[in-house]
Nanobody, 118 residues
Framework: VQLQASGGGLVQAGGSLRLSCVVSRSILSTFIGLDIDWHRQAPGKERELVAAVASSRRTMYADSVKGRFTISRDNAKKTVYLQMNNVEPEDTAVYYC??????????WGQGTQVTVSS
């Protein structure tokens, strides 16, 4: 299983971005069984969980992004999205996608930089 994150960039406060995490080297049934989440790490800070979508499609969000970010998954495309609306300078970070399989194996993608200007 490989994860490829993309969609980061520079955006003004109040704007929007959509991050994508494409899962490759996995058959569809494997992807469907993955719990996938987005984490972020700002300079000088620890990595934190931002949003998660389970294989059941149940979602959860960090309090700091509730009402602004939406995580979703497209099983046919083996892709998970993070729609980021009304972004704030505090959202500036490197964003990572992570997957956990039913057997408990963890997979990380490379990060994508999100920079929000005020």
């Amino acid at each position: 299983v490989q994860l490829q994150a993309s969609g980061g960039g520079l955006v003004q406060a109040g704007g929007s971005l959509r991050l994508s995490c494409v899962v490759s080297r996995s058959i569809l049934s494997t992807f469907i069984g993955l719990d996938i989440d987005w984490h972020r790490q700002a300079p000088g800070k620890e990595r934190e969980l931002v949003a998660a979508v389970a294989s059941s499609r149940r979602t959860m969000y960090a309090d700091s992004v509730k009402g602004r970010f939406t995580i979703s998954r497209d099983n046919a495309k083996k892709t998970v999205y993070l729609q980021m609306n009304n972004v704030e300078p505090e959202d500036t970070a490197v964003y990572y996608c992570h997957a956990r399989s039913v057997s408990g194996a963890d997979f990380w993608g490379q990060g994508t930089q999100v920079t929000v200007s005020s």
